[in-house]
Every structure is written in C-alpha cells, then in structure tokens.
C-alpha cells in the first residue's frame, strides 16, 4: 500500500473512531473498533490516549484486558503488556491468553521497529514495507515437533565454503544460501578439519531441545552465517483491498523493517515468505492482511550494507558487520571500508586491528595507507619513515613496500623517483603508477596521468581507489565518448541511484547528446514512483536538479542560474547569484545558508569562491568579510592552501601548490585565489594559467570562474 492509502486510512477511520471513543467510551463496539485502529495504524501516543479513555469503563472485561495487552506488545511495552494479560487471566482463564502471555516471557527482546530508511527504499531490491510490529496474529503455537522447521546456511562472501554439520560435510557457494536438514537435538556447525577459511571461525553449537527451539518448530526460522558478513531483513507487508485509493505522503512514517548483520546465528519470527520476494497481489476477504518476509541480500556490496546500517543508526552493528567484512576480505573495498572503521571504533582500537594486518602477505596496501594516516594521530612521536625504511631493508625487492616507504619520503623529487623505481620493479607497483598519474594530474600533465592510472587498473583492476580517479581524469582530457559509456553502464547497474542518473546526464549534455537525456530523466522518475507516487512538488525539484546538471555538462551559465533559482534553497540561491555576478545578493544566501545549517558552518570552498568573485568585482568589504572567515576555517591547518591563506604567511610557489594534497578537490578556485594574493606579475600570470587548465570539473565553480577569469583579465 502507498503512503496516501495509509494516510487516507488515518485519516477517515482512526482519527473519527478515536473522535468517537471520547464521546462514547461505554460502547463496548466503539471501543473495540477504536482500540483495534490505534493498535494497527496509530502511533503509540494515540495506543496511549486510547488505553486511558478504556481502562476506566473496561478493568474488569478479562476480553478487553487481553486487547489492550496486545496492544502494549505491539507498542513493545512488553512489562506493562504482561501485567495486563495477567489481570485478564486473573479474572478469566484463557488458553490463547495464556500461550500470548507464555510466548511474551520467552521471546526475545526486541527494540522499537525503525522506519525503512530512504537510502533502502531506492534499492529496487528491497521491498518497501507498510505495516506495524503484528502479535495478534500469532498468538496460537502448533507446539513442538520431532523436527525444526525452517534452518539455512546463508554465506555472505565472494568465495565458497565447506562447514561441518553435526559431523556432516555441506558446502556454501559465494553469497547464498541453502536449506539444512538438522535433526531433533544437538547440533553443531564448525569449520572443516584441515580448511583455511579466512576469518574467523568458532564452532556453533545448540540444542535443539532447549525452549529457544520450540519456536523453529512452530514457524520460526533460523539463518546461520559462520562469516558474519551477510545481510539480511525481516519485513513486514501490509495488503489492503485494491478498491481503496491511493494518496501519497506516510509510507516513510509508519513502515516496519529491521536489518540484520555481523552474527552468527539470526531468528526472525514466523515468516510467510523466506529469501524470496512477497507477491504484489494477493487474495483477501478482510480490510487488511499482514504478511512477513526475510530477504538476504548477496548482491549488496559491502560499503552500501555498511551505509544501510548506519543509516538506521545501529552502529553496534554497523561494528560488527565492518570488522568480520574486513577480517574475512580485507582487500575487498579496503579504501571505502576502513576509514568508517573510525566512525564506529576510536583511533586508538582502529589502529591496534589494523596493525594486526600489517605483515600479511600479500601486502593490503590500502590497510598500510590508512595507517600511514592515522598512526600520527594515535603517536606523534612514531617515526612512519623510519618504521617503513625498516620494513623495506627487510623486503627490498618488494615493489609496494617501495611505494610506502616513498610516501613518507619529506622530499618531493625524491618521493617521485622512489615512486619511479617501484613501477620499474618486478612486479611492478600498481601504487606506484597511481602515485605517478597523481604527481602528472596536478601538474596538469593530464594525458600522463590518464595513461598512468590505466596502467595501475590493468595491474589492479576493480580497486576503487583507481577507478575513482578515472572518472576525473577522462573528463580532464575532455573523453567524452569514454565517459559516457561508462556514466551508461553505471545508471544501467542502478538507475535507481540519483548520482548514477545525475553523472550520466551531466556527460551526455558535455558529449552535444542532450536529446538522450530526457529518456535517462523519465526512466528515473519512473522507477522512483514505483510504490508511491512522488508529490508533485518532488518531482519538479528532480527536474530541475537535472536541469541544471545539463547546464553543467554545456557551460551555460545563466540556464544553471535559473535552474538553481527555482530549487529555491539558500545555497542553491548562493549558486544563481554567483552565477549572474551579482555579489551582495550571494553573500546574503550564503549567510542565510549559515543560519539554518545547524552548526552554523557552509562549506569553505564556497567562501573561497565568493572571495575570487568579489575580488574580481572590486566589493573590497565582502572579500575581507569572507578571508577572515576563511582563515578562522583553516585556523588548525599546519601547512597546505590552509597555511598560505592566513594573515602574514609566506607566499608559496606554484610548484608549492602542485605538491598540496589539502587543496586537491578545489584546486582551480585555490590557483585564482593565490594569483589575488601575488605581487609578482609573472607569478600571478603562472597561477592564473593554472587554474584555467585545473577548471574542468562538473560544479557550479567552474562557470564561475570563467567569468571570473574575464574580469581579471
């Protein structure tokens, strides 16, 4: 059901029965047709509301009693819920009360369903789910049988393995799943005899006769996962007749699904359908019917089950899943993974398990990297160059620890020479091509670099640290043919995704292709009205989101301008009037933009491109405003753009900026900025030509500076 059918439901038959209620607490049918509406679509300040208006006139209707304990079960007041049914069974004894009130104390606990988060409902995988935590329906146990029911072996990894199940061999293939046949009694998983598994792998062991398992008997199922890396769902999905009609706006509000990952061993409650998807359509006789599904999701890569995770605001688990990931792939999307590592563990213990990698052959590069970046903050005082010539004296022939040792090199001709000699080495260093095609990128050498990079893909390909300069450097060379074939192959694997659809129109508008662009558009919103349709005022926001990624892809400067005006915030207003030149108009946006950020902050790149801007224009009160700004921003910065910008510093050379890693993402906005601040006409002149070579990228800065070029000039 959409959002507009759930909220025309609350609206024409919760909010009136509670209305009702108020007015006629007595009536036994009121009551009951009241309370069962809050207990299904109402929040729990409405469960409450309603529980006040009933106990007074129903304390002791053992049948009323009982509801609203389902009620409090459904609202996980499950201590409350309990009292309750036992004031039920106080006055009357009643065997499915009994059982409720049985299967209360022995489940486990659980905590509040979260509503489905926006990044999941995009995934065209998942199902989006309406619904509400349901007990009722399951209060009757078919008891214990001779055999458990549901039982599954599920493997989260690019590999296959074998485990041991109760003495008996059954292998897993990569990322699935398979139904176990166990027998009544002890069982126990554990690793075969002899086996390299990769992480780690304690033996499961269980009895079948213990309570726990009464509950796989009647409907429960069971999903072990000795890798601890798979991700798994229990949705629940609510049917209504198809005469009701739809609306749209509380889907996000009311829905019910909970993820699971990072253990061992999952329970999930009863499921009608298991690791398939739940029809569209089904056959009913009543107003609604509720229906549970568990999903595996094998297809997900690791940094989006790690996003979902944390969207949803379980970082205990998100812990979980990231550390048995890593322990068990550690080269699979190390350069993503590791550093949310320090989002959900502190440095100090993100260390200590990195460090524990260290000597594994063969090297993981990208774990050495980021420990090159976080050991300082851990340790000052350690020696990274000292610890790395060490670990080279030891392996001199090894072409990676060549280009790790030449990262903490101090002097730049010397890096790059060590950079060098590790591609000439046998086998080369695909580090060691990516750091070169890094050193011709920002000397503007962007033919070097792109061939450069190819070399480190071929070497490594699939490494996202490569690929996600490739992009870049295609679009620095103007490949536009190139990119387009792989922004289409990127939106073909997800059309779903946003940026994927965004990225793909911006090429094909830099490629003269913008006639293909409304079929990419119109195939987006599609699929984003599946389920629900988007309010009118979404859908054109999309529009012109797009809108202005065309302008980007064709440089045109007054069509973005008028597409951001219509997006209508505050910093999007900052972008038009930058655009269109006029200064005092972006610098009230972007204090407006300040204003509502929560922490006060806008990001410092677009106060460096206000300060070129008024430069340029001669508005000398705004461009001090905005470098004082800018400076207290980069207050903490040693060296780097950061350090150059403040009051008093030493001018660097252009070769200083060459070498900056600080600046990297705004590198033709920092070129004009130090040619503003130079006195020496052929420095500036150097700076400038710079910056007009580094201004490629798809961002409103560049139209910017064009005209910023203009005016200086």
Known sequence: MSLGKWKKLRREEVIPALEELHKDPSNRDVAERALGLVRQFGTPEEFNEAMEVIWPHYSNHPEMLAKLGWGMSRFHHRDEAKQMLDASLAIKEDPEIRELKEFLESAPRTSPPSPPNRILQLMPFLIIPIAILTVFGAIVFSGTSKKPGHVYLANGLTKPYSVMVSGEQVEIGAKNHRKLRVDYGPVRISPVPGAEYGFPFEPIEL????????RVSGGNVVVFNPDRTGLFSYQEIVYFPEDIRVATDEMMESGSMSLYAGKEMHEFRKPDYVFREAPENIKMSGSRLTKTAVQFYPELDPSAIVSALLDEGDHAQASEYLYAQLKAEPERQASALLPILSLVGSPEEVVEFIEARLDDRPLLIEWHRYYQELKPTVDPSHNLLAEYQDRLAKNPENSDLTYLTARQLPDGAEQQAMFLKSTQMSPPSAYGFYALAYDDWARAKFGDALRNLRKAIELKPGELTFQSMEYDFLAANSKWDELATMAQADFEADPSNFTNAQYYVTILAANGEESKTTGVITQYIEIQNEGFAMPDQMGQQLLDLFESSIAIGKHQRERYAEAAKKIGSPIWDFQASLCEGNIAAAESSLENAAASAEDGYVPTDHRLILYAAATAKGKRSIAEKQLTLIRDDFASNKEGFGAWIQEGAEMPSLEDLINDRSSRGYRNVAGVVL??????????????????????????????????????E
């Open 675 to 712: 040619a503003m601040r130079s006195k020496d006409n052929t420095e500036r002149a150097e700076f400038l030509e710079y910056a007009k070579r580094m201004n490629y990228n798809f961002d409103f800065r560049t139209l910017v500076l064009d005209w910023i070029f203009e005016e200086i």
């Open 207 to 214: 009895d079948l006769t213990a309570e726990f398992w009464k």
